[in-house]
C-alpha cells in the first residue's frame, strides 16, 4: 500500500510548517501494515531542507460498507530549519514519535481520510496535535519467494506478470547543481547521488518518485520528487525522455535558499542501450524553488536499469519467459560507539535504517543502505548516512537457518565521502522473513581532512521475496 498523509503543524513563536508524508506499507495480516515513510515541508514557513524518516505500523478496521477505521503509530528521526542554528531550536535531538487516528472512505482503488495526528520531536519546538488528510491506494504484484531467484517463469504466470506489473525503470545518477546567483552562505556546485522508480501507465509514458543527497559541496543535502515523464525513441539504440518532477528539499535557507522547500526540476535525457535492459545517459535541466531564490543548471549522468515482466504471449511466445529477482528489505536499529571526530571522542549515535538487497547468485549481493540518526550529533539534529557498495554471503539451502554475510559500502554521510565495512549473522525465519544481528565499521573524510570514524551494532528484521523481471 502506498501512503500520502498531509497535516499543518502550530511552530510556537515562529511560522508552522506543513509536512507531506509518503509510505510504503506492506501488509503483514489482515488489518495490518508495517513500513517506512519520508517527510518534508512544501509551502509553509522557512523551513527547506528539513526531512525526516519513520518506521511503524498502520491499522485498519472496516466499520459498515466503505468506512474505515485506521490508526498509525511510528517513530523516527531527521530535522532542519532555517539554519544549522536554529535546527537545534525547531528539531531538537532529531528523534520523533507519531501517532495518528482517522476515519476513511474506501473507493476501491484508493480510500481518502480525514483525522488527528500528534508528533512530537524531543526536545524541540515541534510538539503538537493537528488535523491530517491522508489517501491510500493499494496495489498488487506478482511476487514468489526469495529462493527462487534466478528461477523462470511458467508460462501462465509469465503471462500474468506481463498484465498485472507491466514496465519498470530504476534510474541511479549523478547530478551536478550548478547555483545561478546564489542568496544562501554556500555559492559553490552541489553534487548529489540520485535514486529514480519509475512506472509506465502508457508504452512511452511513466510516473517516477525519485530521492536525491548530497556526497559533496554539501553532504546530505536533500531532495525528494515526484512526477511524470515522457520517453521519445530516436534510432533502436537511442531514446529522448523528458520529464518535470515536484517536491521539497534544501539544507537550511540561510545556506541554500529553497523558502519553504517547494522544488520544480524540469529536465531532458539522452539515453543510449547498452543493452536490451541497461541504458547509459546524459542529462541537462533546471532546479528551482519557486517561493524563494534557488536557481540551478544541473548536468547528470545516469545508469538507466529496465524492468521488464513477462511477455504474455507477444511474439508468439517466441521470447524466454521472465525470470524471478530477489530483493531483501531490511528495517534495523543501530548504535554507532567508540566515535570520533578530529580525534576528540564523542557520544553514541542512535540510528534507524533501511537497507535494501539485490542478489547477484547465491553468493554476492549489492546493498543500499539509508540510516538516519534520532539523537543530536555534535548538538545538532540530522546525522545520515547513505552507502552502496557489494556484499557476500553463506549459500543457504533448504531447512538451512543460518547464513554468515559481510559487505564493504561507500558513500556519503554529514562530514562527506567514506567507506564501511561488516558482516553479521543473519537467522531465517521462513521463507520470507529473517532476523539479522550486524558489526561494522564507517571512517569518512570531508574537507579539510577532517577525518570522521565509528564502530556500530545493529540488529533488524528483513522481508525475503522475488518478482518477475524480463
Given at each position: ?444 573524510r570531508g574537507s579539510g581532512g577532517r577525518k570522521f570514524s565509528a564502530a556500530s551494532l545493529g540488529v533488524g528484521l528483513d522481508y525475503r521475496f522475488a518478482v518477475p523481471v524480463r
Open positions: 500500500m502506498l501512503m500520502l498523509d498531509y497535516q499543518v503543524i502550530d511552530v510556537p513563536g515562529d511560522a508552522p510548517i506543513d509536512l507531506l508524508g509518503f509510505h510504503v506499507l506492506g501488509k503483514v495480516h489482515d488489518g495490518i501494515y508495517l513500513g517506512a515513510g519520508v517527510y518534508a515541508p512544501h509551502v509553509e514557513g522557512e523551513y527547506g531542507g528539513f526531512m525526516a524518516f519513520d518506521v511503524g505500523a498502520h491499522l485498519r478496521y472496516r466499520l459498515a460498507g466503505p468506512w474505515l477505521a485506521t490508526a498509525d503509530l511510528s517513530a523516527g528521526g531527521g530535522g532542519g530549519g532555517r539554519s544549522v542554528e536554529q535546527s537545534k531550536v525547531l528539531s531538537g535531538t532529531g528523534g520523533f514519535v507519531k501517532a495518528s487516528v482517522g476515519l476513511a472512505y474506501d473507493l476501491g482503488a484508493a480510500a481518502l481520510g480525514i483525522g488527528a495526528t500528534r508528533m512530537k520531536f524531543r526536545q524541540s519546538r515541534i510538539d503538537s496535535t493537528q488535523a491530517n488528510v491522508f489517501v491510500t491506494i493499494p496495489y498488487t504484484y506478482l511476487s514468489g519467494v526469495f529462493a527462487r531467484h534466478g528461477e523462470a517463469l511458467s508460462a501462465a504466470d509469465d503471462r500474468r506478470a506481463a498484465r498485472e506489473m507491466g514496465r519498470n525503470m530504476l534510474t541511479v545518477s549523478l547530478d551536478n547543481l550548478r547555483q545561478i546567483d546564489p542568496q544562501g552562505s554556500f555559492k559553490g556546485t552541489l553534487r548529489t547521488a540520485d535514486l529514480q522508480y519509475s512506472h509506465f501507465f502508457a508504452p512511452d509514458r511513466y510516473w517516477f518518485a525519485a530521492l536525491g543527497v548530497g556526497y559533496r559541496g554539501r553532504p546530505i543535502y536533500n531532495q525528494m520528487l515526484g512526477g511524470v515523464g515522457q520517453r521519445l525513441p530516436l534510432t533502436p539504440d537511442l531514446t529522448l525522455a523528458g520529464q518535470v518532477g515536484v517536491g521539497s528539499g534544501g539544507y537550511a535557507p540561510a545556506v541554500i535558499d529553497t523558502g519553504p522547500g517547494l522544488l520544480v526540476y524540469p529536465k531532458v535525457q539522452l539515453e543510449y542501450a547498452l543493452t536490451r535492459d541497461l541504458g547509459l545517459a546524459v542529462s541537462v535541466g533546471h532546479l528551482f524553488a519557486p517561493k524563494a531564490t534557488s536557481r540551478n543548471h544541473t548536468y547528470a549522468v545516469a545508469l538507466v536499469q529496465h524492468l521488464r515482466a513477462g511477455d504474455g504471449g507477444s511474439a508468439g511466445g517466441a521470447e524466454a519467459p521472465a525470470t524471478w529477482r530477489g530483493f531483501r528489505i531490511g528495517l534495523f536499529q543501530q548504535t554507532e560507539f567508540d566515535l570520533r571526530y578530529q580525534g576528540v571522542e564523542r557520544g553514541n549515535l542512535r540510528m534507524l535504517g533501511v537497507q535494501i538487497d539485490t542478489p547477484l547468485g547465491g553468493r554476492w549481493y549489492l546493498p543500499l543502505q539509508a540510516a538516519v540518526a534520532t539523537n543530536e550529533y555534535l548538538g545538532y539534529p540530522g546525522y545520515g548516512e547513505l552507502l552502496a557498495g557489494l556484499g557476500v554471503q553463506t549459500r543457504a539451502g533448504p531447512g538451512d537457518r543460518l547464513q554468515w554475510f559481510g559487505q564493504l559500502m561507500a558513500g556519503a554521510n554529514v562530514h562527506g565521502l567514506g567507506l564501511k565495512a561488516g558482516g553479521g549473522l543473519r537467522y531465517l525465519l521462513d521463507e520470507r522473513l529473517s532476523l539479522h544481528a550486524a558489526l561494522g565499521r564507517i571512517e569518512t
